[in-house]
């Protein structure tokens, strides 16, 4: 089956500094990604859907110029939180998706943000 | 835009018995709905889907119900057991706004052997 892989998969960041999150789809070519957050006991909120070689497209609410998303390849994504704060600790979880079969999405491991 | 409500938000059962995990969806565009387990600390794994010219699919202890009218679509577990405790999300996807899912808010099952 398709695989997603997150890097990395736990990280902790003083407040003030940013974080890259990397997602990539190892076996096929990732023409969408999405982007969820997650917080502890809550369900996946949807912040952005990128895709390859455009403007990502961010959810109401969710701050594009905190949340950058680039899609700059068919198999690699990536979210930078910049100047994060203690309320962005989450967990962040990308998905992909080929296109070629609707509405199929892979998703990744995720990766736990812990900013102190 | 979708807003998607799934209930209960927690639900215990013997082993051996049925759950059954209901959501609505608003937007009457969508017309793809994933059912996903999500165990603690890790990534949602898809357990069944409906597309909404189908009224009802069924894998083995699980099966999906969809009423298109309604905007209501239903998850169905038999004969469970302690490995089917985990988190349950609903979630529902338009094919022409991109494929971007809108999920519930969860049902947390717990199985008592």
């Known amino acids: 089956g398709a695989v997603v892989s997150q890097h990395p998969s736990r990280v902790i960041c003083k407040s003030g500094t940013s974080v890259k999150i990397e997602c990539r789809s190892l076996?096929?070519?990732?023409?969408?990604m999405f982007w969820y957050r997650q917080f502890p006991k809550k369900s996946l909120m949807l912040m952005a859907t990128s895709n390859e070689g455009s403007k990502a497209t961010y959810e109401q609410g969710v701050e594009k110029d905190k949340f950058l998303i680039n899609h700059a390849s068919l198999t690699l994504s990536t979210l930078t939180v910049t100047s994060a704060h203690p309320e962005d600790s989450s967990f962040y979880i990308c998905s992909a998706s080929s296109g070629t079969i609707p509405y199929e999405q892979y998703f990744g491991p995720g990766t736990r943000l812990t900013v102190t | 835009g979708e807003n998607v409500e799934q209930h209960p938000s927690t639900l215990s059962v013997q082993e051996g018995d049925s759950a059954v995990i209901k959501c609505t969806y608003s937007?009457?565009?969508?017309?793809?709905f994933p059912w996903y387990k999500q165990e603690l600390g890790k990534r949602p794994q898809l357990i069944i889907d409906?597309?909404?010219?189908?009224g009802e699919k069924k894998d083995q202890r699980i099966a999906v119900t969809l009423n298109k009218t309604a905007k209501h679509f239903s998850l169905h577990i038999t004969e469970t057991q302690p490995e089917d405790s985990a988190v349950y999300f609903c979630?529902?996807?338009?094919?022409?706004?991109?494929?971007?899912?809108?999920f519930g808010q969860g049902t947390e099952l717990s199985v008592k052997p």
């Open positions: 979630a529902a996807s338009a094919f022409n706004q991109g494929g971007k899912l809108i």
């Open positions: 409906i597309r909404s010219n189908v």
């Open positions: 076996d096929f070519q990732a023409t969408t």
């Open positions: 937007d009457s565009a969508s017309n793809y």
